[in-house]
């Protein structure tokens, strides 16, 4: 059913799965249009779950003091009727997923079901939600790099998709480990600090399907001010890094002429670090050996295998240094 109000079309409608005949309680939501959903629930099935939300609903009146809406009492939440019908069908089946674990795009998803959770002490949802959050955002380098080559994995079995269909979107994941999980921020701000800073969400026209984007309306200005400043902490990290390790000498110790072949590299690693900002991806992909660096490719050079051994180490403990260094790149998050 819709109405017209001052030019405005509203819908009205009962919620599809939350509309119980024999329900003792209304709740009307409203969306950002200004659509009407009611859903009719059981007030003994909410208050079993949350005295918080028993209270919330019928903080200091009884039942037959509150407006009436199809022959039951009336209750008004501000909260959009999407979140509410993840919320109370966890109220109703506690045992069933909220949402397919997987789903790249939770954070943004079940933010608001996240925020009733925490609002009324729901706890198995909360930990359900920020369990998949985790899942997505580790916390070694070993699970980064798994995680990093499932969405590969995971897109090349998508034909028509693009990584935004496969992998999390970081402004999302920020706005709601900022609240409910801040373990995760240090990772979300590094995966933000590699994308291009006009990168949008779905929206990347002629762009490689591989292409990252951002909800840029989430960032605020701070957060935009700290993804800046880490980026130029990591490249002067990184900078210095390989100037520490005189790569620009290197000694063959088989005699094999290798030096100028390394030179060569350091010139492309810091070359492909100011052109993608993704030190941890790049560091991965220089390395020599095809193993190393999870593609099929081989480095056409003519390094010996015991300076490339050697190589490979220096690249492999500059990665897990920089990682273990992250937090130093965006502190006070």
């Known amino acids: 059913m819709s109405v017209d109000s001052d030019d405005v079309c509203i819908n009205i409608s009962n919620d599809p799965d939350l509309y119980f005949a024999d329900g003792n309680l209304v709740i009307l939501t409203r969306d950002?249009?200004?659509?009407h959903t009611y859903f009719r629930v059981h007030q003994s099935i909410l208050s079993k779950h949350s005295k918080a939300l028993s209270d919330h609903i019928f903080p200091d009146s009884s039942p037959s003091q509150r407006e009436i809406y199809d022959g039951v009492p009336l209750v008004e939440f501000q909260e959009d009727p999407r979140d509410l019908n993840i919320f109370l069908k966890f109220l109703y089946e506690p045992f069933a997923a909220p949402i397919q674990k997987g789903d790249p795009d939770i954070a943004f998803k079940m933010y608001g079901a996240l925020r009733l959770a925490d609002r009324f002490s729901i706890d198995p949802l909360k930990e359900t939600i920020l369990s998949y959050i985790r899942e997505d955002w580790p916390q070694t380098l070993q699970?980064?790099?798994?995680?990093e080559a499932f969405y590969s994995r995971r897109l090349k079995s998508s034909p028509g998709s693009t990584m935004d269909d496969v992998a999390p979107e970081p402004a999302s994941v920020i706005r709601l480990a900022?609240?409910?999980?801040?373990?995760?921020?240090?990772?979300?701000?590094?995966?933000?600090?590699r994308l291009p800073v006009n990168a949008t969400y779905?929206?990347?026209?002629?762009?490689p399907r591989h292409a990252r984007g951002v909800r840029g309306y989430l960032l605020s200005p701070a957060d935009r001010e700290k993804v800046a400043l880490g980026r130029e902490r990591m490249l002067r990290?990184?900078?210095?890094?390989l100037e520490s390790l005189a790569l620009d000498t290197w000694q063959c110790r088989a005699e094999g002429?290798?030096?100028p072949h390394i030179y060569w590299r350091v010139v492309v690693l810091h070359r492909s670090i100011m052109r993608s900002m993704d030190v941890l991806t790049t560091l991965r992909t220089m390395r020599s050996h095809k193993q190393e660096r999870g593609t099929s490719d081989v480095v056409e050079d003519?390094?010996?295998?015991?300076?490339?051994?050697?190589?490979?180490?220096?690249?492999?403990?500059?990665?897990?240094?920089?990682?273990?260094?992250?937090?130093s790149f965006f502190p006070d998050l």
């Open 202 to 207: 779905g929206q990347h026209n002629q762009a």
């Open 143 to 147: 699970a980064w790099d798994e995680r």
């Open 237 to 241: 990290w990184t900078s210095d890094r």
């Open 257 to 259: 002429g290798c030096q």
């Open 32 to 35: 950002h249009g200004g659509n």
């Open 178 to 193: 900022r609240k409910f999980e801040p373990q995760v921020l240090t990772l979300a701000f590094y995966h933000l600090s």
């Open 302 to 327: 003519a390094v010996c295998q015991h300076c490339n051994t050697r190589w490979d180490t220096i690249l492999n403990e500059t990665r897990r240094d920089f990682f273990d260094s992250l937090s």
